[in-house]
């Protein structure tokens, strides 16, 4: 369950809303064209057929080597601690810059 995800339901069908035409009433309610159940409407065409719902292709992890991920993670992991000891190494030359600053700034006075 974990590598396999589920994909939502396609959403449905937006309904139609038109105005009645030669109406000349301004704020007329609105005509509602659900074409998907109708068989047929007053609005100048002709009902078609309805088109097959097109469902999106599932996709998995199933088709990627165990390999690959491995790889990924390791190499991942390898970034991680390299970045870890670029920070680690900074901290400590800035530690460093200050302590000799210090030292340097003592001996001056004396």
């Known amino acids: 369950m974990l590598f396999r995800p589920q994909l939502p339901d396609p959403p449905q069908l937006p309904v139609q ?14 005509v509602i064209h659900d074409h998907a159940s109708a068989p047929a409407c ?12 097109i469902t999106p292709a599932r996709r998995s ?5 165990t390999g690959a991920i491995t790889a990924v993670i390791v190499g991942g992991v390898v970034v991680t601690a390299l970045l870890a000891a670029v ?24």
């Open 61 to 65: 992890l199933s088709n990627v080597s």
């Open 42 to 53: 007053g609005c100048q065409h002709t009902a078609g057929t309805a088109a097959p719902a």
């Open 17 to 30: 809303i038109t105005s009645v035409p030669g109406s000349s009433v301004t704020g007329s309610s609105p």
């Open 87 to 110: 920070a680690v190494t900074a901290i400590s030359v800035a530690v460093a810059a200050v302590v000799l600053r210090s030292l340097m700034n003592s001996q001056r006075h004396h």
